[in-house]
Every structure is written in structure tokens, then in C-alpha cells.
């Protein structure tokens, strides 16, 4: 690849800061997260802002194929230039806002489930995230690149303050590892902070009791909304339709202390908590009168 520097000379480029357009300048280290990613040649790769194609040349080198989801017009264009120097045939561009594709249409036009990269803005990175879970029957694995105090928080275990809303979903069906950091010197425009490339593996189901998906996230969203408060308080200022001793039965029957914080609880816990609060829900509605 040639180097995004002197990619922006040619071109007249001038990186976009609000576009988060830092561009990997060590092909080296584009080489170490295709490895230790153990991207596989009957793999499909969709890659989320190619940008100058520093991961998209050696993802299609190393993949059957790749779409590449570029958002800048003048970006997409010099990566067709590029994709064609380097004689990447098995590449397809599609110039759009990522947050208006449809993710899992792309693995369902390829006929089998497709591995996402990308390094993400800081902006959209949790819409991305809350995307792919969503997804995750057709996208089982994404490799990402984030700032580097994100992914602490994307890797974080319960009952500290990075432990959060995406973090307790993630965990609740995923499984995320750290497979490189990325200093701010291997970039250009060098960026103020590190980053790091994690993977994140979703896993199938665990033995969770029956629970509906959309109300636990739900509750998970209403839970750390206010995550300075405990849980009794938090969940009462949630618009659960459900009175404060209601929802103090709730979280006893849960097993779960109402004077705990959101940050504290596992998974397996928000689950029971969901159950719970629906039960307590159900029998609020029977008590009404005709």
C-alpha cells in the first residue's frame, strides 16, 4: 500500500477529524490483526470505513471476498484507485452512512455468515455495537479497532465504573478479546490517544431461564440511564409502569440487593431481574379492575 501521506498529497485529501479519519499507516501492523484475527480464505469480510484501504488490500489477499462500507465519496474513489493498483479483484465498494446498511441483508446476500471489521469512530461506536448484537445470527464475529479508554470499557467486568450499558450486553452474549494495541504514532494524522483491536466473538445462548431479548436490553438501558442511583431508585424513575415497592419486590425476588447500583450487576443477574419485573408486571395488570 502506499502511504496515507503520500495518498493525501496526490489527492489533495484533507482529512475529516468529525469522521474520526485517521488512517492506519503501518502495513506491518495491518498484518498482525489480519493474523491474529485468523481471517480465512473461504471467509467473507464487511469492512466498516476502508478508508485509504491500509486492512482492505491485505483482507483481500487473505479472504474470498470484502465489502467495504465507505461513507466519503472522495475516500471511496481513491480506494477504487488503490484496489486496482494492488489488484484487489474480489472487493466490492459501497458508498454509504454504515448506520443506514443493513448488516445483516449483506450476509444474507452472501449466503453465509460474514466477519466485520472496522476502525470505528468514537461517535458511532456504540450504535455500531448495539447493531451487531442484533445481528449476531449472521454476524458472529466483528474485529474492531477503538480508542483505547472505549475498549477498556467494551472489555470491563462487573462492579466498576467503566463496567456500562454496551459492556453488560456485550457480556450477556459475547465473548471479547484484545488482539493488539495500535499506538497513536502507527496513524496519520496521529491521533491524541492509543487504540486497541478487539475481537468480539458472539456466542450462542446460554442456559439463561426463558426471557424476552428486547425487554432485558431494555431494562439494561433503563438500568445504567441513571447508574449513580440504586437500582430501587433508578428502576423507579424508568417508566417501568410499576410502583417503587412493586419493583423493590422485584429485585428481592431477583435475589438482588434494591440498594445495589447497575455497574454491579452480571448478566446472568439483569436476566433474573427481567423475569422478575415482567412477573411483577403481569400480576400489577391482573390486580386492575375491570
Do not use: W
Request: aromatic share 4%.
Amino acid at each position: 500500500m502506499r502511504s496515507p501521506q503520500l495518498l493525501c498529497k496526490l489527492y489533495d485529501l484533507r482529512p475529516q477529524k468529525q469522521l474520526g479519519q485517521n488512517f492506519l499507516a503501518d502495513p506491518a501492523t495491518a498484518r498482525v490483526i489480519i493474523d491474529r484475527a485468523g481471517v480465512q480464505p473461504e471467509d467473507i469480510v464487511v469492512e466498516i470505513g476502508p478508508g485509504l484501504g491500509a486492512l482492505t488490500i491485505p483482507l483481500s489477499r487473505a479472504a474470498r471476498a470484502v465489502v467495504a462500507i465507505e461513507k466519503d465519496r472522495s475516500l471511496a474513489r481513491i480506494l477504487s484507485d488503490e484496489l486496482i493498483g494492488a489488484g484487489a479483484t474480489n472487493v466490492r465498494i459501497i458508498e454509504a452512512d454504515v448506520l443506514n446498511v443493513d448488516l445483516a441483508s449483506l450476509a444474507l446476500e452472501a449466503g453465509q455468515p460474514v466477519t466485520v471489521f472496522g476502525n470505528l469512530p468514537y461517535n458511532i461506536s456504540s450504535q455500531i455495537i448495539i447493531r451487531l448484537i442484533t445481528a449476531r445470527r449472521q454476524i458472529p464475529r466483528a474485529v474492531l479497532m477503538f480508542q483505547k479508554e472505549l475498549a477498556v470499557r467494551l472489555r470491563a467486568a462487573p462492579g466498576g465504573r467503566d463496567y456500562g450499558r454496551i459492556t453488560a450486553m456485550l457480556r450477556y452474549c459475547a465473548v471479547v478479546r484484545r488482539l493488539a494495541v495500535v499506538t497513536a504514532a502507527h496513524f496519520f494524522p496521529v491521533p491524541k490517544v492509543d487504540s486497541e483491536v478487539l475481537e468480539i466473538g458472539f456466542r450462542p445462548p446460554r442456559n439463561y431461564p426463558a426471557h424476552n431479548e428486547d425487554r432485558l436490553f431494555r431494562l439494561i438501558a433503563a438500568a445504567f440511564g441513571q447508574r449513580r442511583k440504586t437500582l430501587k431508585n433508578a428502576l423507579s424513575g424508568a417508566g417501568l409502569s410499576l410502583q417503587p415497592p412493586a419493583i423493590v419486590r422485584a429485585l428481592s425476588q431477583a435475589g438482588i440487593d434494591p440498594l445495589r447500583r447497575a455497574e454491579t450487576l452480571s448478566p446472568e443477574e439483569f436476566v433474573a431481574l427481567e423475569i422478575s419485573l415482567h412477573r411483577a408486571a403481569s400480576e400489577a395488570d391482573a390486580m386492575q379492575p375491570l
